[in-house]
C-alpha cells in the first residue's frame, strides 16, 4: 500500500469473541506491513435508541478526525452500522462477520440499520462466497462492491506434544471444574479428546452433540471427553442452561476461554475439534485446527462448508448421530485421518495465507482512500 492511508479499524473486541479474533489478525497484517492502524472498540451489543446512535456517532467521528484517518475498516454490518453511514467523513469498508448476514438481517430494525449501512460503504468485504452470496440477496444493487477475502491462518509457535493435555489439567484444577475430580480420566493416547471452541450462546449450539457424545463416552469406559472451551459473558441465561445441562452429561464439560496459544496447544492435544454452530462466517478455529493437523468435524452448515470439504479436508456432518459414527469411524482409520489432515493443511498454506489476505485489503483500502 504506497502511499499508506491511516486505517481506523471499527469492531465490538469482546475478550475471546470471533469478531475480536478476526478484527486483530486483520489489524496485525497491517500494522506489519508498515500500516498505521487505530482501534476503535464499539461495545454496542444492543439495539441503540436514536439519541444513543446519534452521540456515538459524534464520538466516533471526532475520534476518525482527532487521529487524521483515511480509511475505516469495520467489522460487522449491523454492531459496527449503528455508527456509521452518510455522516461518517471518510470513505468505509463493511466485514461480515456472520450473524449480520444470519441472524440480524431477520430483524425488521436491524436490517435497516445494515442497509443505510451497506448503502454508503466504499467495499463490502465477505469472507467466502456463501456469505457473498448472503449478501447479494439481501441487498442485489450492491453487488458491484462485494468481493471476497479469506481469513488467513498463522500459527507462529509449534505447541508442544502434551501441553494441552497439561493446560487442560491445570485449568480444570483452578476453575473447580468437575473434570478436577473425574478420577477415571487419564490424559494419554487413550483418552479421546473432542474440543469444541466456541461461546456460550444459542447460535453456538453448543449442546448440539453433547447427549449423543456423552453416551458413546458411557459406552466406552468413560475415554471420550468432550471439552466445550468459551466464554459465558454474552448470553448468561443461555450459559447457565449449558452449564446446568452438562452437569448430568458424563464425559463432558465446560471450560472458561483460554489465550490463543494455550488453545492452540488444547487442540494440538485433541483427536479432533468440532464446530456445532448454527451459523458461521468464517470459523477461525477451524481453520487453526488444519493448520494444526487436527482433524476437524463440523456441522454441515453454509459458513463451515466453505471450509471444509467433506472427505478431503474434514468432515461435514448432519446429526448428533452422523457425527458420533463419523467420530468412531475416523478414530478406527488412521490412514483416512492422516489423509485429512494433509490435505487440509495443504490448503490453509495455499489459500489462507496471511501475504494474499494482506495485499487483498491493501488493494481495497488503497482504493478506498482514493476515492
Known amino acids: 500500500m504506497d502511499p499508506k492511508p491511516v486505517i ?13 479474533s478476526t478484527i486483530l489478525r486483520v489489524q496485525g497484517l497491517l500494522q506489519n506491513n508498515g500500516v498505521t492502524c487505530f482501534l476503535y472498540d464499539n461495545v454496542s451489543l444492543k439495539q441503540m435508541l436514536d439519541s444513543q446512535r446519534k452521540s456515538e456517532q459524534r464520538r466516533l467521528n471526532a475520534w476518525i478526525l482527532e487521529n487524521n484517518i483515511n480509511v475505516l475498516v469495520a467489522l460487522h454490518a449491523y454492531r459496527a452500522g449503528q455508527l ?73 509457535i509449534i505447541p508442544k506434544k502434551g501441553d494441552g493435555m497439561q493446560y487442560i489439567a491445570a485449568l480444570a484444577t483452578m476453575t473447580n471444574s468437575p473434570l478436577a475430580n473425574d478420577k477415571s480420566l487419564e490424559w494419554n493416547d487413550s483418552c479421546v479428546l473432542l474440543v469444541l471452541p466456541a461461546g456460550l450462546r444459542p447460535v ?7 447427549t449423543a457424545v456423552s453416551q458413546w463416552s458411557c459406552e466406552c469406559e468413560n475415554k471420550v471427553r468432550l471439552l466445550i472451551i468459551g466464554s459465558d459473558k454474552l448470553d448468561k441465561d443461555y450459559a447457565a442452561t449449558v452449564r446446568e445441562k452438562v452437569n448430568s452429561l458424563p464425559g463432558v464439560y465446560v471450560l472458561p476461554p483460554v489465550d490463543q496459544q494455550t488453545l492452540h496447544s488444547i487442540i494440538s492435544d485433541a483427536f479432533l475439534l468440532l464446530n456445532t454452530s448454527k451459523s458461521e462466517g468464517m470459523c477461525s478455529s477451524i481453520l487453526e485446527a488444519m493448520a494444526l493437523r487436527t482433524p476437524v468435524i463440523v456441522r454441515d452448515i453454509p459458513g463451515n462448508a466453505a471450509i471444509v470439504k467433506h472427505g478431503v479436508s474434514g468432515i461435514l456432518y448432519t446429526s448428533p448421530e452422523d457425527f458420533v ?27 489462507y495465507d496471511t501475504k494474499k489476505e494482506y495485499e487483498s485489503y491493501a488493494r481495497v483500502l488503497r482504493y478506498a482512500a482514493a476515492s
Open 84 to 156: 456509521l453511514g452518510e455522516e461518517t467523513p471518510v470513505p468505509y469498508v463493511v466485514v461480515f462477520g456472520g450473524t449480520d448476514l444470519s441472524l440480524y438481517c431477520n430483524e425488521a430494525e436491524s436490517l435497516t440499520v445494515m442497509g443505510k449501512c451497506v448503502e454508503n460503504a466504499f467495499s463490502l468485504i465477505a469472507f467466502s462466497d456463501a456469505m457473498k452470496k448472503s449478501a447479494f440477496d439481501l441487498w442485489p444493487q450492491y453487488a458491484y462492491k462485494l468481493q471476497v477475502i479469506p481469513q488467513s491462518v498463522d500459527i507462529k
Open 325 to 351: 459414527r463419523e467420530a468412531k469411524e475416523l478414530l478406527k482409520d488412521e490412514k483416512r485421518r492422516g489423509l485429512l489432515v494433509e490435505n487440509a493443511s495443504a490448503l490453509t498454506s495455499s489459500v
Open 204 to 210: 453456538k449450539d453448543v449442546l448440539h452433540v453433547a
Open 8 to 20: 481506523g479499524v471499527v469492531s465490538p473486541l469482546e475478550q475471546h469473541s470471533g469478531n475480536r
